[in-house]
């Protein structure tokens, strides 16, 4: 598939690895349809790239919620009459001991990272299918991969992703394309979401080594940018220095 000219839906799209993901797909002519909950954000975004003589719109999303993520998948239709690509990026990271007992960042984590993401099969599945093509992407981690203590809540919603995703992809394998993108440490306003201080200290001050949100974005083009025949099942991209 080319970049240039596809429609790209992206979850998460207001920050981090979204944001970039939309910023260096628009740069190659995709045409990007942003979801997020901060609309103020997404609507700068869409100016700045609009700006920079790309094609943008938004939609504010709330991953947790089925109609919102379904209606970012009928907005990049009725826009720009079709839906190329969807981003699955949205990720809530309130990490800490699962000793913590802090319930309520648990079923944050579960809302948004594991339900964000079936919604959103959800709600491409059906264009795609329709259309006769389609490129299904979700970001997961590393967490998933590697369990280290503070992140296993976290990483169990990383896992579930891995998991579903590769049976999804077992299961359309034909016309459309499903690929896991795994990423490790990435300069993101991820961690400003912790709430045990220290803990927030502690990864702030590792994020030397951390990579730019833009690498993400590149590997994400890599995995739309194969011919329809080749699928990119997964992707894992660390820091060089991530153990
Ligand atoms: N940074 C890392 O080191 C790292 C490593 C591996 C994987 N990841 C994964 O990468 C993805 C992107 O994270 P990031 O690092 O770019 O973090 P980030 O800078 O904190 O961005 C997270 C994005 O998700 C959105 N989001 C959060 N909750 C949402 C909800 N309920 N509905 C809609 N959007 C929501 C946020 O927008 P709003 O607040 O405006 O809704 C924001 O745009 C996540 O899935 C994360 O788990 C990150």
């Known amino acids: 598939m080319?970049?240039?000219?596809?429609?790209?839906a992206i979850?998460?799209?207001?920050?981090?690895?979204?944001?970039?993901?939309?910023?260096?797909?628009?740069?190659?002519?995709a045409r990007v349809v942003l979801g997020a909950r901060s609309e103020d954000r997404l609507r700068r975004l869409v100016d700045d790239i609009t700006a920079r003589g790309g094609t943008a719109t938004q939609i504010p999303v709330d991953v947790r919620r089925r109609e919102d993520v379904a209606r970012l998948a009928r907005h990049a239709v009725a826009t720009f009459g079709r839906l190329d690509v969807f981003v699955a990026n949205a990720g809530a990271m309130p990490i800490g001991p699962v000793d913590a007992l802090a319930l309520d960042d648990w079923e944050t984590m579960v809302d948004v990272n594991v339900k964000g993401v079936l919604w959103s099969i959800a709600a491409a599945l059906p264009i795609f299918r329709e259309q006769g093509s389609g490129h299904f992407i979700a970001v997961a981690s590393t967490a998933a991969r590697k369990i280290v203590p503070n992140?296993?809540?976290?990483?169990?919603?990383?896992?579930?992703?891995?998991?579903?995703?590769?049976?999804?992809?077992?299961?359309l394998a034909g016309d459309i394309r499903v690929t896991t993108l795994t990423p490790g440490f990435t300069a993101t306003g991820?961690?400003?979401?912790?709430?045990?201080?220290?803990?927030?200290?502690?990864?702030?001050a590792s994020g030397s080594i951390a990579m730019p949100a833009e690498t993400?974005?590149?590997?994400?083009?890599?995995?739309?940018?194969?011919?329809?025949?080749?699928?990119?099942?997964?992707?894992?991209?660390?820091?060089t220095a991530q153990a």
């Open 2 to 8: 080319q970049i240039d000219d596809a429609v790209v």
């Open 216 to 239: 993400i974005a590149e590997a994400i083009a890599y995995a739309i940018g194969q011919p329809a025949g080749v699928n990119v099942g997964e992707i894992v991209i660390r820091p």
């Open 151 to 171: 992140m296993a809540v976290y990483a169990g919603t990383k896992a579930a992703v891995v998991a579903i995703c590769d049976g999804l992809r077992q299961e």
């Open 11 to 29: 979850t998460g799209a207001s920050g981090g690895m979204g944001e970039a993901t939309a910023r260096y797909l628009a740069e190659r002519g």
């Open 190 to 204: 991820f961690a400003d979401h912790i709430r045990d201080g220290d803990l927030r200290e502690r990864i702030a």
